[in-house]
């Protein structure tokens, strides 16, 4: 972890996105997080975790576990969370019910106690991916006066089939936080393509920052790359890349 921190901080990039794993594994001694993100001057924009939505049965385990987080976060003053939906066991057709609603609530109002604000991530292979599951979802949360926002992935909405350009004008006000890859076409029954960095790949990167220009965007926005071995060549290069367009 401090390998990577020291790599950011030599790009002179002050925020980053981290996995709860991290934040869970110093549970005990948080004071040494917070001594490390001072000492490098690098500091958590969100943290990443699973909200599994739809694992009712384990909701009692799953609350804990979202009660801790919130807590770990409340310490370190983070004020971001992003919730993965959760895997489905098989791709099908999922119904937004009234269970799934009353799970996100239950775990949105442990975050919304501590200040921290909470953001969905559409994701491939879980209940919350395709456009009409997204609207449908978005249209209850409105209804039920949940203020819960919107963390689009790039490569996810063209796994999905969904224009980015017409979903971030569609829902700027509800998005926090974009996480920007690239990808790369495929032929295969599963996947529509392969997570690039930004400067390989289909997706117009230049245009996406003109629209998030053209709606005055002032929220989040993630680089990521999904290399198992992320080279300080190859983070600094897409970083690079992406501050000719902000």
């Known amino acids: 972890m401090e390998e990577g921190l020291l790599n950011l901080k030599n790009l002179s990039i002050s925020f980053c996105e981290l996995s709860a794993n991290y934040i869970l594994h110093y549970k005990d001694k948080l004071d040494y997080l917070i001594n490390l993100f001072n000492k490098y001057q690098i500091y958590p924009s969100a943290v990443f975790?699973?909200?599994?939505?739809?694992r009712y049965k384990d909701r009692?385990?799953?609350?804990?576990?979202h009660e801790q987080l919130a807590y770990c976060l409340d310490i370190l003053n983070?004020?971001?969370?992003?919730?993965?939906?959760?895997?489905?066991?098989?791709?099908?057709?999922?119904?937004?019910?009234?269970?799934?609603?009353?799970?996100?609530?239950?775990i949105y109002k442990r975050y919304e106690f501590r200040g921290i604000e909470v953001g969905i991530h559409p994701h491939?292979?879980?209940?919350?991916?395709?456009?009409?599951?997204?609207?449908?979802?978005?249209?209850?949360?409105?209804?039920e006066k949940l203020q819960i926002k919107l963390v689009p992935d790039?490569?996810?909405?063209?796994?999905?089939?969904?224009?980015?350009?017409?979903?971030?004008?569609?829902?700027?006000?509800?998005?926090?936080?974009?996480?920007?890859?690239?990808?790369?076409p495929i032929s295969s029954h599963f996947r529509r393509g392969k997570f690039s960095t930004l400067t390989h790949g289909v997706i117009n990167i230049p245009e996406i920052m003109?629209?998030?220009k053209n709606i005055k965007y002032e929220q989040w926005i993630t680089l990521e790359i999904e290399d198992k071995e992320v080279t300080y060549d190859i983070l600094s290069e897409n970083y690079k890349y992406l501050l000719n367009y902000t």
């Open 49 to 54: 975790t699973f909200g599994h939505f739809n």
């Open 60 to 65: 009692k385990r799953i609350l804990f576990y």
């Open 78 to 106: 983070i004020k971001n969370v992003i919730l993965h939906p959760g895997h489905m066991s098989k791709r099908k057709t999922f119904a937004i019910d009234n269970d799934l609603i009353i799970m996100i609530e239950k």
């Open 124 to 143: 491939i292979g879980s209940p919350v991916f395709y456009k009409d599951e997204i609207d449908i979802l978005m249209d209850r949360l409105s209804k």
């Open 154 to 184: 790039l490569g996810h909405l063209y796994e999905a089939s969904i224009d980015p350009i017409k979903f971030i004008y569609q829902y700027h006000n509800k998005i926090s936080n974009i996480h920007l890859k690239n990808i790369l």
């Open 210 to 212: 003109s629209v998030l």
